[in-house]
């Protein structure tokens, strides 16, 4: 890595500030395997995709994957980025970012993506948000040398405990998830390791049962990192 990426990592994407040396050196390894893998493509008047886009784009990918040494979500092989909320042909409607298994993208509104960088205890965060998607759907892409890396038991172990989750959304009753995760199990997911990453005292308070789940699910705990 060069110094100007460094100073981007160390002044833009707090979860690799707060690792310590050798984990900063792993991060810094897997992000060049990262960027060197995906094709980042400017959509919507982003002629240039500029080197904080790939350094920040290609850091979240490595943070939500960091409990794996090798998974690098080989079927996204491109990332488009549009500056604003886009309007998407395929739903008809318009989006701040979106999953594309049978293209093989993930697409992010670039302004969307800073605002949920913005502000890192709300709980919401659009490129944590797309990287769940498509690291959900990559453990179940036979094709493409990862898939299968979730451990069965622990996942069946977060599926009953976020079902639980799921009724309570759906009875509008109280609780710790925004409404979007209650849409399906995808979302739910998404929503969850949106504040797995952003808000995890808080979450383990709510359910610790749950967030130890996906500690187990994601080999990682960010409350290591991260002060109350």
Same mark, same amino acid.
């Given at each position: 890595?060069?110094?100007?990426? %460094?100073?981007? !990592?160390?002044?833009? /994407?707090?979860?690799?500030? +707060? %690792?310590? $040396?050798?984990?900063?050196?792993? /991060?810094?390894?897997?992000?060049? !395997?990262? !960027? $060197?893998?995906?094709?980042?493509? &400017?959509?919507?008047?982003?002629?240039?995709?500029?080197?904080?886009?790939?350094?920040?784009?290609?850091? #979240?990918?490595?943070?939500?994957?960091? &409990? =794996?040494?090798?998974?690098?979500?080989?079927?996204?092989? +491109?990332?488009? @980025?549009?500056?604003?909320?886009?309007? *998407?042909? @395929?739903?008809?409607?318009?989006?701040?970012?979106?999953?594309?298994?049978?293209?093989?993208?993930?697409?992010?509104? =670039?302004?969307?993506? %800073?605002? &949920?960088?913005?502000?890192?205890?709300?709980?919401?965060?659009?490129? @944590?948000?797309?990287?769940?998607?498509?690291?959900? !759907?990559?453990?179940?892409?036979? *094709?493409?040398?990862?898939?299968?890396?979730?451990?069965?038991?622990t996942y069946r172990e977060y599926s009953r405990l976020a079902e639980k989750e799921l009724e309570i959304l759906a009875q509008n009753s109280p609780s710790f998830f925004r409404k979007e995760g209650g849409?399906?199990?995808?979302?739910? /997911?998404?929503?969850?390791?949106e504040n797995f990453f952003e808000r995890p005292h808080e979450f383990f308070s709510y359910n610790p049962d749950l967030y130890g789940a996906i500690v187990r699910l994601l080999r990682q705990d960010p409350?290591? =990192?991260? #002060?109350?």
């Open positions: 890595m060069e110094a100007s990426d %460094l100073f981007i !990592l160390e002044s833009k /994407f707090p979860y690799f500030s +707060r %690792l310590s $040396t050798v984990h900063k050196k792993e /991060f810094c390894e897997k992000l060049e !395997l990262v !960027l $060197t893998t995906k094709e980042f493509i &400017g959509r919507g008047g982003i002629h240039m995709v500029s080197q904080e886009m790939e350094l920040l784009i290609g850091a #979240t990918i490595v943070m939500v994957t960091f &409990g =794996w040494k090798k998974i690098k979500l080989p079927h996204f092989k +491109r990332i488009l @980025i549009y500056p604003n909320v886009y309007y *998407s042909s @395929i739903s008809k409607s318009y989006h701040k970012g979106e999953v594309n298994p049978k293209l093989g993208v993930i697409v992010v509104s =670039w302004s969307s993506f %800073l605002e &949920g960088m913005s502000d890192e205890k709300d709980g919401v965060n659009l490129g @944590i948000h797309e990287i769940a998607h498509a690291l959900k !759907l990559e453990n179940l892409i036979k *094709s493409n040398g990862e898939s299968d890396f979730f451990n069965p038991e849409i399906n199990e995808h979302e739910f /997911f998404a929503v969850a390791v409350r290591v =990192w991260i #002060t109350k």
